[in-house]
């Protein structure tokens, strides 16, 4: 099994930058991709980011191309998130994901269901 801690939550105004970061422990031998997802109370969890583990290749939803950036130490088994220019619609609970399964060349996933394990949370609140 996998386990994933999140860190890096926290309060900020708009305009500002947070970075979370995510550690996986256990059977990291099996990570092919990871991701970020986030979701409000009462919506559905939306895709933020996906990075892939041997390539390095990224790919992120339109609404934070050019202010989000997904990277990973693979020697430290930890994928990060660097948030600029953030906006009180980035509100949300973040969580890390963790995919198990092997990926298609040039396909990126999207989707909760392509990721096999979870971290916990961590709640970033952009407020005045």
């Known amino acids: 099994q996998v386990q994933l801690v999140e860190s890096g939550g926290g309060l900020v105004h708009p305009g500002g930058s947070l970075r979370l970061s995510c550690a996986a422990s256990g059977r990291t031998f099996s990570i092919y991709a990871m991701a970020w997802f986030r979701q409000v109370p009462g919506k559905e969890r939306e895709f933020v980011a996906t990075i892939n583990w041997s390539s390095g290749i990224t790919y992120y939803t339109d609404s934070v191309k050019g202010r989000f950036t997904i990277s990973r130490d693979n020697a430290k088994n930890t994928v990060y998130l660097q948030m600029n220019s953030l906006k009180p619609e980035d509100t949300a609970l973040y969580y890390c994901?963790?995919?198990?399964?092997?990926?298609?060349?040039?396909?990126?996933?999207?989707?909760?269901?392509?990721?096999?394990?979870w971290g916990q949370g961590t709640q970033i609140t952009v407020s005045p």
């Open positions: 994901s963790l995919r198990q399964r092997t990926v298609r060349w040039g396909r990126f996933y999207t989707d909760g269901n392509e990721y096999d394990a």
